[in-house]
């Protein structure tokens, strides 16, 4: 078994179901699709050859906004009012965090979207440069941010611009093709103005990505317009954030106007169903008006604080089901569409590719279980993959060509989950020391 | 492996966590729980054993709504209006349905729920003789309801008490301690005000259950406003049907003073939360109005038409958050009262134990993978549970001390997924000649 998740080469899904049919895949030695169907076989000569019978294929889904290592956090404070929670839980065990958790936590958060069918994902959060090795051993795709916030000091805003910097060079040394930095403002309501311009020009001049928090809350809406005279977005599009490299997550509180402003720069807005829910924003992200914007929307699952998982499966389900509910409309955000939003879109948000099961695509795929009890019967594979499976369902993933999970085994699966566990509670009673 | 499956005896349960402590659990030859903690292991001469080290112990869950062998409609149709929906698609093939779809359907249903860790469920549907003889095989308990619907036509009324009393009387002349009836009633709109009365009186006389849909759209309520001069509750209850044997379920769209009329009575209320959001009722069930009558409030799924899944896991995941984000409270509907909902609850209102692992139960027992990432780490046992896990951690599980799953497996599995991917094809075929 251990043999091809190490072994290097080309790779044949043999006769596995996609799109209605039964296809071979051929993916060529340097991880990209390099043909579908019957010519497969003879495309390349396989080193490699995964038996597809009783699997769907589907492309592996990207997860456009996480807090990665927030998994050591899972569970240690739920069901409390919003302020409270931060102020007297989450904050005091963050200000013990250090790089070797970040690394823990990220890995752990690593295992757990692998088996959940998850190959890419937008990260924003502290210790990155650990959250990158992490990254570079589990084998997915990740865009790092360092969490910029400067509450508007002077002094601080020059040491999160050393930060960021710093991250920047350090993700552009490893020159890993998987890994790419983004530029991390927290949210117009943590990040001056001066700030902002000044992550919207560094964005740019290093051609990487944005990933912001917009209009996750009322409040947010009401202290912007109160301080500074417009809504976050329009703010954000004053200094310069609102890019086709922008990817801003929630958006619950967004207005019509603001939706079209994200449609015109070509944005990408980030839905987090189970997070907003959780926490009880009080409206749904406008889906249909980011839609008819033409903004596009992909899909994310916060961190394991506010959510308290990243099977975006599950949140696809979350998503299908809360655009429905809250909009009041059984036909919004079907199945097909919940799909596109956890697979292309995301793909799009972050620039790894068309995010399909497409020829000269990276083989980014991931094998469900047909036989499942989710999948019986199999009338409509997007309807059971969105409605009835979770990442239990997810048996075999492959990222750029490379196989993370084959039958649900991950290597070195039970070592993470002992050394996260450990990492947990040793940050837990440093917490209770101080 | 087999052996533990077929074999019958005593049962210790050795070395499992259940609410933060580490303890034996001995299961006497009749399938109740003799003895938790030090005294266990000598309670019992055990005839199996089963390690609990990386488990932990909470009670089987319990589906109080349910139509199990809509599991062969999994993913026919979704995204679509409701009316079309039902008129269109899911009437036309249910007209085709025969006693072996339903059979089918049910154990596939009941594989389902055994893999998720439920172990009693709450059924109405048609061909229910052929749903016990599912149920009467997978080894977990129902309460079996015939759909009663006369749409005020009085040989259409005939013809339903007819089915129901031959129902009760072949459920009970089954003599499966497992398996109960209940009078299934559909609506308030489907079923007149004296065919409601005869029901209330055959319950009553029969000393079993009333199971009925209530307040699920606001059309319902307008609806029974207009006809009968009263709200869908005060009708029922004018009808006898709320008692302390009746299982209401969806309650979307009760008012204050029905939530006072259901907890006055000793009724019970199914929540479906992902039911109501797929089929956008526009309106969360008023938990904590029912919370504070003393009603009972539960858990269920509703059918895989709309749900697409019966995994109680995820739903209780989709209760607590719909709650807080419906009512927009951060703190309503923690975890331990959503697993309460899932247990307790859900066992009073089918009156099949205390729903919980204490001395003198029935030992439905459900063991939760500890090692599960989603347990990982293990700060909150009940958070984990709700926020982070779904029905892929439960390793094994029992009923009345029966082992019917065990490190996830289900003697059967194979043939049952086969049968009812066959007679979900085969419906479905039937449905187009016509």
Redesign the interface.
Known sequence: MNDIFTARGSVLIAGVTTGGSTVDIAIDEEGVIAEIGKAARKAIDADIIIDGTDRIAVPGMVNTHTHAAM??????A?????QE?LTEKIWPLEAHLTGDDVYYGTK?AC??MI?SGTVAFNDMYFFMERAADAVDEMGLRAALAYGFIDLGSAEKREAEIRATEALVAHIKARGNPRIQAAVGPHSVYTVSPESLRWCADFAKEQEIGIHIHLAETEKEVDDCVAEYGRRPAVHLDECGCLTPRTVAAHCCWLDEAECRLLGARGSHASHNP?S???????R?MPYHWLKSSGANVCLGTDG?AS???L?LL?EM??A???Q???W?????L??HEAIAMATSAGAQALGTGPGTLTVGAPADVVLLNA?A??N?????TD??TV??????AVMTVLCQGRILMHERVVPGE?EI?RE??AA??AL?ERGRET
Chains 1, 2 share one sequence.
């Open positions: 998994t050591l956090l899972r569970g240690y739920d069901d409390m009012p919003l929670w752990l295992l757990e088996r189970v907003n829910m959780k926490l009880a924003v009080n749904a394991c959510n308290n998982s099977d599950e389900k979350f299908a089901l809360l429905k509910f809250a009041n409309s059984q036909t919004l079907p199945a036989r009890t989710c019986t019967p199999l009338h409509n309807s059971n409605y009835a499976c979770n990442g239990g039970e989950i996260a566990a947990a509670q837990v």
